[in-house]
């Protein structure tokens, strides 16, 4: 635990997604990623969800516009977390690489030159960061991956993955240096929006799963059905 009376480094944690719908599932990995950033010595000023473009192109991606409104319900009783509209305001998909860098400039204009931003994923997705599609394309592009790093990245570990060992046999410039690793989560993201939107299909209760507000916006916008 960093020394109270420390200078401590500010932070700001950018976590993109479908958001489709959002759950107390990415709520609760923000709020890990946040606790596990103030053990390594950091103040963080805010957490940025921001739901990915309507042009990432997945059949089951339901509008833009619907999954940010339900984001910013989601974070509204949060005094840090807040839901972000310039990624998915553009109509093609941008790469999460843009998305960490404009994030990034914007925390600078906020916070000033040494705010660090960090780039929240599950040990799922660093998994992948080496991994190539059926034709032999990379599914991220290596220089991709080496800024993400470089910047700053924060993990939840997920069942099976072993994010350390994926970037450290990538041998990257800099290695694991601005890499933390969630070690102490209270709660696993096990919530699944795939999940959620099945048994909004199949009219079964989603109660606890994700905040009131935004199971009202989805009953009364018919969403899922």
């Keep these: 635990m960093a020394d109270s009376k420390t200078i401590r480094k500010k932070a700001v944690i950018v976590a ?8 107390y599932g990415h709520l609760r990995m923000l709020e890990d990623a946040k606790a596990s950033l103030e053990t ?8 940025i969800m921001t739901p990915v473009s309507d042009g990432y192109g997945k059949k089951s991606l339901i509008s ?28 093609e998909w941008t790469t999460t690489l843009c ?24 040990g799922d997705v660093v998994e992948t ?23 700053g990245l924060i993990v939840q570990p997920r069942p099976g993955s072993n994010p350390e060992k994926t970037i450290s ?11 933390h690793i969630i070690k102490n989560a209270i709660a ?3 919530i699944s929006s795939t999940k959620l ?19 009202q916006y989805i009953e009364e916008a018919n969403l899922y059905k």
């Design 197 to 215: 939107r099945q048994a909004i299909k199949e009219n079964r209760s989603i109660k606890y799963l994700t905040p009131d507000s935004v199971i």
């Design 169 to 179: 046999e990538m041998k990257l410039n800099n290695g694991l240096t601005n890499v």
């Design 40 to 47: 390594d010595g950091y103040e963080v000023h805010m957490g």
């Design 129 to 151: 960061f080496d991994k190539f599609y059926a034709d032999g394309t990379p599914i991220w592009k290596q220089e991709d991956v080496a800024e993400i790093v470089s910047t």
């Design 99 to 122: 998305v960490l860098k404009y994030h990034e400039n914007e925390a600078k204009k906020c916070f000033g030159n040494d705010v660090e931003v960090f780039l929240l994923v599950g």
């Design 188 to 190: 696993s993201n096990a």
């Design 64 to 91: 833009a516009s619907h999954r940010l409104a339900m984001t910013v319900i989601a974070t509204e009783n949060s005094d840090w977390i807040r839901a972000d509209k310039w990624e998915c305001s553009i109509p």
């Design 16 to 23: 993109p997604g479908s958001y489709n719908p959002p759950t």
